[in-house]
């Protein structure tokens, strides 16, 4: 950090939430996160509304952090963001889990082969999580931004991570928040748990006009040693894509799929 904050908070508020107690840790997920869903710099003036914190923790916590390498702050505005080394742990991570570094290289390949938005997925909790994305070269391009979190019920890869859960199970990870559809219905644990189900032994699931009435999403899943959907790989889709090239890209979809479970399996990954 350039330069040290001003802090006029009390010692003893620096040790306390304004709701319960919260531990240190908690906070920096949290500071982390918000991060992560704000997809850019955040000022620091904004962070204690933003966190429900005293100010003086959130800067405490901001210094610390930022010393070690995992924030940095720049300008004048105090702008807040990751720092370099969050990049060095996931460029690390990358190199420990096959599934996510092949399924990286086989969207950037998918997209330029078939002019397609091509994603690769992984799942959070009762999230889907976008780990890489590749926009199509379409001349009105379906975007697919990189660290989104969808709610499992909104999407096909949903149906795959899910398939080898029971219902109890599968209700335990869905959050309240992941619970109501796009268009505000709650969702039918009990129906979407079934879908989930009938998904175990397929190679594909595909989700029509869900998020967007425009688009349909197409999945394949990645499985790990265990025989587990760890990630998907997926196309995003005009909805009035003709009925030939689907099918061709249902078949490219489904070998992706196969060719990075099988050569990541050789070399003993999962994610």
Same mark, same amino acid.
């Given at each position: 950090m350039e330069q040290s904050l001003t802090r006029k908070a009390s010692p003893a508020k620096t040790r306390?939430? %304004?709701?319960?107690r919260e531990r240190g840790v908690d906070r920096v997920l949290k500071?982390? !996160?918000?991060?992560? !869903?704000?997809? @850019?710099?955040?000022?620091?003036? =904004?962070?204690? %509304?933003?966190?429900d914190a005293p100010k003086s923790t959130i800067y405490d916590l901001v210094n610390i952090l930022s010393g070690a390498g995992l924030l940095e702050v720049r300008g004048k505005d105090s702008a807040v963001y990751f720092g370099k080394l969050i990049y060095l742990y996931g460029s690390s991570y990358l190199r420990a889990n096959d599934i996510i570094a092949?399924? %990286?290289?086989?969207?950037? #390949?998918? #997209?330029r082969e078939t002019g397609? *938005?091509? $994603?690769?997925? *992984?799942?959070l909790h009762g999230k889907q999580v976008i780990a890489h994305a590749r926009p199509g070269s379409r001349p009105l391009r379906i975007s697919s931004e990189i660290g989104s979190r969808i709610p499992l019920?909104? *999407?096909?890869?949903?149906?795959?991570?899910?398939? /080898?859960?029971? $219902?109890?199970?599968? #209700?335990?990870?869905?959050?309240? =928040?992941?619970?109501?559809m796009p268009d505000g219905k709650p969702v039918d644990i009990a129906a979407f748990a079934a879908e989930c189900h009938? /998904?175990?032994?397929?190679?594909?699931?595909k989700t029509v006009g869900m998020i967007s009435r425009f688009t349909q999403c197409l999945a394949a899943?990645?499985?790990?040693?265990? @025989?587990?959907?760890?990630? *998907?790989?997926?196309?995003?889709?005009?909805?009035?894509?003709p009925e030939q090239k689907m099918r061709v890209l249902e078949a490219r979809l489904v070998e992706a799929s196969e060719t990075i479970s099988l050569a990541s399996n050789r070399c003993g990954s999962s994610v």
């Open positions: 306390m939430a %304004r709701g319960p500071l982390f !996160s918000f991060l992560q !869903s704000n997809g @850019g710099p955040a000022r620091l003036a =904004d962070l204690p %509304r933003a966190l092949r399924g %990286r290289e086989m969207v950037d #390949a998918l #997209a397609e *938005t091509s $994603e690769l997925c *992984t799942r019920p909104w *999407t096909a890869s949903g149906r795959l991570m899910l398939s /080898h859960l029971q $219902e109890p199970e599968i #209700a335990a990870i869905l959050e309240p =928040d992941d619970r109501r009938a /998904h175990q032994k397929r190679p594909l699931a899943p990645i499985f790990n040693q265990a @025989g587990l959907v760890e990630a *998907t790989i997926c196309f995003v889709l005009p909805i009035d894509i």
